[in-house]
């Protein structure tokens, strides 16, 4: 069959969310992927020995608990289960760890080991915004980006919205400058931001981001088989709707005729058509510069798809099968997430001051063991753990290829500082550097998982450029749905639910 009513360009999260309820509406809908597999940065293979199996991009999620798709697509049905963890994070400095738990009266008490009067101030935080959050912030990640005015003149309505216009005056650093004392407490604030949203301290006009962290409303959560399963819960709902995914096919030209996307050519010359509809979940760049081209587009949209910025850093991750679960000191065991060798802001700012000069001295750990929530991602009382570490996509010297070996074992011996069981317990070992992000996922340009840097002129109305913002093109019948739109990368599925909604209301369809 090469005649369908939607064509989705990859096979990424976004892209099965879009072709999901696409094909719920009763349309037929076929998602073409470059690659043989399904779920883009929804990985997880046995990198390291048999029966270990590892999550090489994504190893947990924030939104699970809002993420319409969730219950919309039936992904539960399907597969897809969550684990939350109790203790959410735990950041290390010296003999103390400060822990943020899923309970704030256990929180609190952690904070209160480092500064009573942060304590208090974090917990009147949370208390006050939770709500906000829950009711006016998560839903926007689910809604078309309003412009500026529109925003203001929402936000101006409440005192909460007040306080949010003047924190978009501020920085994430000058936030928690601002609020606390304790040196721990605000980076650990600062790390939260960094992975999974990938906005760093500095970045003008995200102050209220720190506000979002401390409210506790994106909670860290796993899924049961590892990340691959929402993956494949996402493929077999649009499965049942009667939509298909069309692996093994790269997508070399987007059909254009009268102005309007008619469907896509993939390597071999087959060509798909969409009699209602195209829609593109990779790479900006990629999708109008090489798979549109430029005659089709005018002169001003093309300089601003040239002067789209990609993320300011890549991620190396290090992937570990082992005997016995790392052990922490101070103990951090019961932490999912725990963050290593960063405990003030003033060491954050360096480490990606040195990041942007190419270099990777003394970095950050952002470290799980995902098998002591989820024993079925390992062998029987075996474990696996990750270390994701924030690194330049390009070195000053030499390339990720040369490196990569050495890169390994600086990172596990600073590991094991902190662990000393760590490297007795090593059964294999693997490495994803950002060259082998690019080379296993070509939407990932650079080794940039959110597909655009997130600052605020790359941000709501401004994500990809204003005029794209919507999710729609000057291209009739072509439309985005992927991560270089609201509300940007990480597994949200905040682009593909919008995109999805917008096409259908055009369409005039229900679902």
Excluded at 199 to 209: A, F, I, Q, T
Excluded at 501 to 511: K, N, S, Y
Aim: charged share 25%; aromatic share 8%.
């Amino acid at each position: 069959m090469t005649e369908f009513d939607a064509i989705v360009i990859g096979a990424g999260h976004n892209g099965l969310i879009t072709a999901g309820y696409l094909a719920k509406a009763g349309m037929s809908v076929a998602v073409i992927e470059k690659r043989y597999e399904a779920g883009g940065g929804l990985c997880t293979e046995q990198i390291t020995l048999p029966g270990f199996l590892h999550n090489l991009h994504s190893y947990y999620h924030i939104l699970a608990d809002h993420m319409p798709a969730y219950k919309d697509l039936e992904l539960e049905k399907h597969g897809a289960r969550y684990i939350c963890p109790e203790t959410q994070a735990g950041l290390v400095s010296g003999d103390k760890a400060l822990k943020i738990y899923e309970n704030i009266d256990k929180t609190q008490k952690s904070i209160a080991k480092f500064s009573e009067k942060d304590a208090k101030t974090y917990r009147k935080v949370q208390e006050d915004y939770a709500e906000y959050m829950e009711t006016i912030i998560i839903p926007a990640i689910y809604s078309p980006p309003v412009t500026p005015s529109e925003r203001y003149a929402a936000l101006e309505g409440t005192p909460e919205g007040r306080t949010f216009l003047e924190l978009d005056r501020s920085s994430p650093l000058e936030v928690v400058d601002d609020l606390f004392e304790c040196e721990e407490l605000k980076a650990e604030i600062l790390h939260d931001l960094i992975y999974p949203r990938w906005v760093l301290p500095e970045y003008h006009g995200l102050g209220s981001m720190a506000i979002l962290s401390i409210s506790q409303v994106e909670r860290r959560q796993l899924v049961i088989g590892g990340s691959h399963t929402l993956a494949h819960a996402l493929w077999r709902s649009l499965k049942a709707s009667g939509g298909v995914v069309l692996a093994n096919r790269a997508v070399r030209k987007i059909l254009i005729k009268n102005g309007a996307a008619t469907g896509v050519e993939v390597a071999d010359g087959t060509k798909y058509i969409a009699k209602k509809v195209v829609a593109s979940s990779i790479d900006l760049k990629q999708t109008f510069l090489e798979l549109i081209g430029e005659e089709y587009l005018d002169e001003n949209l093309i300089q601003q798809i040239k002067n789209y910025k990609s993320d300011d850093f890549s991620i190396f991750t290090i992937h570990l099968a082992l005997n016995e679960p790392p052990k922490y000191i101070p103990d951090v065991n019961d932490a999912f997430h725990i963050i290593l060798n960063s405990e003030t802001p003033e060491k954050i700012i360096d480490q990606f001051l040195q990041i942007r000069k190419g270099k990777v001295k003394d970095p950050i750990l952002y470290c799980s063991t995902p098998t002591l929530w989820d024993k079925t991602q390992a062998l029987l009382s075996k474990h696996t753990a990750v270390a994701a570490i924030p690194v330049p996509y390009k070195l000053k010297k030499g390339s990720w290829d040369d490196y990569k070996e050495e890169f390994i074992e600086m990172c596990i011996e600073k590991w094991s500082e902190f662990a000393p069981n760590l490297e007795k317990n090593i059964l294999g070992k693997a490495g994803v550097s950002p060259l082998d992000i690019e080379r296993r996922l070509s939407n990932m340009v650079n080794g940039s998982a959110f597909m655009g840097r997130i600052t605020q002129d790359q941000m709501e109305f401004f994500r990809p450029t204003p005029e794209l913002s919507r999710y729609k093109t000057p291209i009739k019948k072509f439309y985005l749905c992927g991560s270089c739109c609201h509300p940007g990368g990480g597994i949200t599925g905040g682009p593909g639910y919008i995109a999805a909604m917008t096409i259908l209301e055009d369409l005039g369809v229900e679902l």
